[in-house]
């Protein structure tokens, strides 16, 4: 069973900067889509960015020209780059992973345990 493990969410001012990642561990799988959702009390989990295995990367509209997405395969690390952070971006923000196993080539899914992000002066 894959593991992940998130950090680097916290309270920040409008403008400010922050960086989540998101590291998988355990046992012998590969990748095939890193993920970044996040979800406001009381409304519907939504997607804000995704890196695939060939490196194809994606940003939510509203996280275009101030976030980026990225992948260091070698610690199966990914991150979210998060710049010019607004109110409205304050959210527990969570990574999720697509993968399968080198026994068993079924999809899997496996999510990250959320961190915290607020935006406020």
């Known amino acids: 069973q894959v593991h992940l493990e998130e950090s680097g969410g916290g309270l920040v001012q409008p403008g400010e900067s922050l960086r989540l990642s998101c590291t998988a561990s355990g046992g012998d799988f590969t990748i095939n889509l890193m993920e970044w959702h996040r979800q406001v009390p009381g409304k519907k989990r939504e997607s804000v960015a995704f890196?695939?295995?060939?490196?194809?990367?994606n940003l939510q509209p509203s996280a275009k020209g101030r976030w980026t997405v990225s992948v260091d395969n070698a610690k199966n690390t990914w991150y979210l780059q998060m710049n010019n952070l607004q109110p409205e971006d304050t959210a527990i923000y969570y990574c999720?992973?697509?993968?399968?196993?080198?026994?068993?080539?079924?999809?899997?899914?496996?999510w990250g345990q959320g961190t915290q992000v607020t935006v406020s002066s």
């Open positions: 890196i695939t295995r060939g490196n194809t990367r």
């Open positions: 999720a992973l697509d993968y399968h196993t080198a026994a068993d080539s079924r999809p899997r899914h496996a």
